[in-house]
């Protein structure tokens, strides 16, 4: 068993019936359904942009508008990720600066 700390988990991908951990240049491996692991993460960290992906919100670098309410996604470790069309108000909810 490895514990790997909340903190340094950057995103995490679904991948067939298994989760894959993106924590700095590791990868971890789970048998975990994305929308278990989505349920125990805290939502103030944690953001699901796509069916396939959650990310950390303390790793994003930036964050670009695309079409039809999509966005993608740039973490600090360079990694850029789209997010999925229904989940724009999420983003929008979290992510956008009000100014």
């Known amino acids: ?21 993106h924590a700095g ?34 790793r994003i670098a930036q ?3 695309i079409a039809h309410g999509q966005y993608v996604i740039e973490l600090k470790s360079g990694q850029r990720l789209h997010s999925g069309r229904t989940y724009g108000e999420r983003i929008r909810g979290k992510l956008t600066n009000p100014f």
Do not use: C, G
Not at 3 to 8: L, R, S
Not at 26 to 48: A, G, Q, Y
């Open 63 to 65: 964050l670009w508008s």
């Open 1 to 21: 068993t490895i514990f790997v700390p909340v903190d340094e988990v950057d995103w995490i991908e679904a991948f067939q019936n298994y989760i894959r951990l």
């Open 25 to 58: 240049h590791t990868t971890h491996l789970l048998h975990v359904p994305m929308n278990t692991i989505e349920t125990v993460l805290d939502s103030d960290h944690f953001l699901r942009i796509h069916r396939s992906h959650i990310v950390n919100l303390r």
